[in-house]
């Protein structure tokens, strides 16, 4: 399997360079083929600039979204974005790996998910969901977090962590139809001993062994919705965004 690791880490004594640092060897020797996104290291621009195309189509209204698709047709992107494309394109499995930051993605992992998730490539004209341009693809995320599990769970305080998830988990890589595997989460890293966190690593590399088997996250089928896109009369709500739903009625 050709597996792509995107990663926030800023400092190379961090838990998260030791989690990618298990995540590299554990997946070369179990015969994978592995590439790297170190976006601090790679000095990766976040941000969504109009410099992102080459030749816009209309350089004075830019609409993001618009000048993807023209850049996609033309050719045209920022030499960074087309790099970072091709690897998105090649692997088999995208691992987004970082320290969660405010229940979510740093800022960093967002913005080469604005630059890289291209409108006419990984969406677009239909493409989305089960549909979604990079169908056929696994996606995990791999994460530390200051939080202990209690916290998490359906009664925690912070929220049941599949909710927290779920914008990144299908707003993100199930909308660009890819199957998502159940994610690694390294827990209270910083209050850990050394022992307990050399742990953590060991369950780390033991999930990534199964990485080509394990069984992908439940999400419903677009042909599950009508053409109203609510769920269809009959069809048991078994994906976290729709499960935890009331029904809103429209006029």
Not at 119 to 148: E, H, I, P, Q
Not at 226 to 234: A, F, I, P
Request: glycine fraction near 8%.
């Amino acid at each position: 399997m050709k597996v792509l690791i995107v990663c926030a880490t800023m400092s190379e004594r961090s838990f998260n360079a030791s989690m990618l640092d298990t995540a590299v060897a554990t997946l070369r020797a179990g015969g994978h083929e592995v590439r790297l996104s170190n976006l601090q290291a790679m000095n990766f621009d976040p941000d969504t600039r109009p410099e992102d195309f080459i030749e816009p189509k209309d350089p004075a209204h830019v609409r993001y979204d618009l000048e993807q698709r023209h850049a996609v047709e033309q050719g045209t992107f920022s030499d960074d974005i087309a790099a970072e494309l091709d690897k998105l394109l090649w692997c088999d499995c995208l691992i987004l790996q970082f320290p969660l930051y405010w229940f979510s993605l740093p800022a960093i992992i967002k913005g080469w998910i604005d630059r890289i998730f291209v409108n006419g490539v990984v969406y677009g004209g239909g493409k989305w969901y089960d549909r979604g341009g990079l169908r056929g693809r696994r996606a995990m995320l791999a994460f530390s977090t200051g939080c202990y599990p209690s916290m998490c769970g359906p009664d925690g305080i912070n929220g049941d962590m599949d909710i927290i998830l779920w914008p990144i988990q299908n707003g993100i890589l199930r909308f660009a139809g890819m199957d998502v595997l159940p994610p690694f989460i390294a827990w209270s890293v910083a209050y850990k001993t050394d022992q307990e966190r050399r742990e953590m690593l060991a369950d780390y590399a033991g999930h990534l062994k199964r990485i080509d088997t394990m069984a992908p996250l439940d999400f419903h089928h677009r042909d599950d919705f009508t053409k109203e896109w609510r769920l269809k009369d009959g069809v048991t709500p078994r994906a976290t965004g729709q499960m935890g739903a009331r029904p809103i009625r429209f006029p």
